[in-house]
């Protein structure tokens, strides 16, 4: 049985997207430090956004959180290449609620690193080689263990009140 989402207003609800993409904008200053500049903060809000606000809405907030965090760095890695990461995490993030539906915060915050950290960046073997695979793996578990783990914390405080 699923856990139900925050039940809310249209309005609120686009409210709280809006504030949570704006989160992301913010965290994607919060760098931690890799080889392209763009492990950062960033889709903290959009797994905190899948858990408080459900699939949908994490998804767009962790898609929109990519793209501007790119952005942010002039899309080191080429603009079509950034779609598709984003694209990735928005799936990420769905993967990373339905974990949480099924296993609890330890599940969610397992597979959310697994699948953000290890799994994400096969995606561009082909174009950047295993060189860049390893190179950004050390970083991006980081920074991925980093973003679920915070997200799963604030929605554990948050749901207690």
Request: charged share 10%; hydrophobic share 60%.
């Amino acid at each position: 049985m699923e856990r139900k989402a925050l039940s809310t207003s249209f309005p609120r609800r686009l409210s709280l997207v809006a504030t949570l993409v704006a989160l992301s904008v913010v965290g994607s200053f919060v760098k931690i430090p890799s080889p392209t500049g763009t492990v950062a903060l960033d889709s903290l809000p959009g797994f905190f956004g899948a858990l408080l606000l459900g699939y949908p809405e994490g998804a767009l907030i962790a898609f929109l959180g990519h793209i501007l965090t790119s952005l942010n760095v002039g899309f080191p890695l080429g603009a079509f290449v950034h779609l598709v990461i984003a694209l990735e995490m928005a799936g990420i993030v769905l993967a990373f609620r339905f974990a949480f539906l099924r296993w609890k915060y330890l599940g969610a915050v397992l597979v959310g690193t697994v699948l953000n950290g290890i799994f994400a960046p096969l995606s561009v073997v082909p174009l950047f080689g295993w060189g860049f695979f390893f190179g950004i793996l050390p970083s991006l578990l980081v920074g991925s263990f980093v973003n679920v783990f915070l997200a799963a914390l604030l929605h554990r405080v948050l749901a207690r009140r």
